[in-house]
């Protein structure tokens, strides 16, 4: 099962990715449809905007058995707000420390902008994460 054997090869991190409708989606969407591959037991939920989302999504997510949270923030060019990116940066740092306060590294957060079109900067970026996360080990209270 994912995400619950001890460190190493046969850990198989479980990571929960946030991506928004407009921006993110069609990117990670393109990444499918043209059979770019990355881990299996990569989750992703599609919200409006990144901003939408809240610190205490993502410490719940850890507590209920997530190993990492990617964020395929809007960047620049969200459709909802000017100030999304600014925003999404807050967030981010809320939830790092929301996860450090209830004994989680903060590094099992990772943000990062990907386009319409940024198939394969997805994949390359959610493959380097799925590594740091499978070093890490399973999230469990430190």
Known sequence: ???TTKEGKGFVPKILAFSTNNISDPGIDLAGSSH???????MVVSMPCTSGIKPGWILHAV????DGIFIAADG???AYLPDCSERASNIVKNAQALLQQNGY?????????????CAEPFT??????YQIIQK???????
């Open 105 to 117: 590294e903060p590094e099992r957060i990772k943000m990062s902008a990907i386009c319409s079109v």
């Open 124 to 129: 390359n970026q959610i493959k380097a994460f």
């Open 36 to 42: 770019m591959h990355y881990p299996p037991s990569v």
């Open 136 to 142: 890490m080990g399973p999230a469990r209270k430190g």
């Open 76 to 78: 620049e060019e969200c």
């Open 63 to 66: 507590e209920k058995g997530f």
């Open 1 to 3: 099962m994912a995400g």
